[in-house]
């Protein structure tokens, strides 16, 4: 076998359909192009119809095939109507995975419940709804893979962790009771666990240098993290080669989570 057909035996994803919701910027964005270019059909999921534009125009210049969705995750309304235009231009979906979030951490004593209720419903609630309605099919079908994005607020508290860190713990609980229930079936359920990653989300302390240096010093390689970092992570676990893993939050964080 020549090495080409070694690594596509693994993680190829020719023939599969992907959901990416977040997909049009940040981490998402990365992962979105890293699947669709690995062979996947890929349907972008987020609000921004000119980034979604953006993205799928860059990825169909590159020749794969994918399209995009305008939803909005903070109901379940809106995330019902995305999903079901999302299995539209490809059909229903053998990965889906969970980047889309938002990161609103005011100090503990003024988390309103206002920020609550939109946290959870965008960080947990959504990813749970779409999982309900893909993770059965997959399980029919006997393969698929869910993945959602969490954080370090998920396993340590720091730069107030709030409504936020809650949400990203409940999704890496998430993960383990969709292993639990559909793992038996073919249907791996992780988490990609993000160090400090300079993205428009974490833009609030991104735009402070001497936060920066601070947590690129916490690291073990001793920077912070690009979205790029991300792409073969998800394509191992969006791929043949992850069918032994599941229930895992896998750390991407240059060593931050050990040091």
């Known amino acids: 076998m020549t090495t080409q057909g070694y690594l596509s035996e693994l993680f190829s994803l020719d023939g599969r359909i992907a959901v990416v919701t977040g997909g049009s910027s940040g981490i998402g964005r990365v992962i979105a192009g890293a699947l669709a270019r690995a062979g996947a059909a890929m349907v972008v999921v987020a609000r921004n119809e000119e980034q979604l ?27 019902r109507e995305a999903a079901e235009k999302a299995v539209e231009p490809f059909g229903e979906p053998d ?58 607020q998920a396993h340590r508290a720091f730069v107030q962790s709030g409504a936020y860190g809650v949400s990203k ?20 359920c992780n988490t990609l666990v993000p160090g400090f990653v300079m993205t428009p989300l974490n833009q609030r302390v991104s735009s402070d240098p001497e936060k920066v240096s601070a947590l690129a010093a916490r690291t073990l390689v001793g920077r912070n993290g690009l979205a790029e970092d991300f792409a073969g992570a998800a394509v191992f676990l969006a791929s043949p080669a992850s069918a032994y893993v599941t229930g895992h939050s896998l750390f991407v964080d240059g060593g931050f989570s050990v040091h």
């Open 95 to 152: 990965i889906l995975v969970n980047s889309a979030g938002i990161n609103l951490r005011p100090p503990m004593g003024e988390l309103g419940d206002d920020t609550w209720d939109v946290t959870m419903a965008v960080n947990l609630e959504a990813p749970f709804l779409l999982g309900q309605r893909f993770g059965p099919g997959m399980a029919e079908r006997g393969y698929g893979r869910i993945i959602h994005i969490t954080s370090q």
């Open 169 to 188: 713990g409940g999704l890496e609980s998430l993960a383990r009771s969709q292993a639990e229930a559909w793992s038996p079936h073919g249907v791996t």
């Open 53 to 79: 534009a953006a993205t799928v125009d860059e990825l169909t210049a590159d020749g794969c095939r994918a399209a995009w969705v305008s939803g909005d995750l903070s109901t379940r309304k809106g995330v």
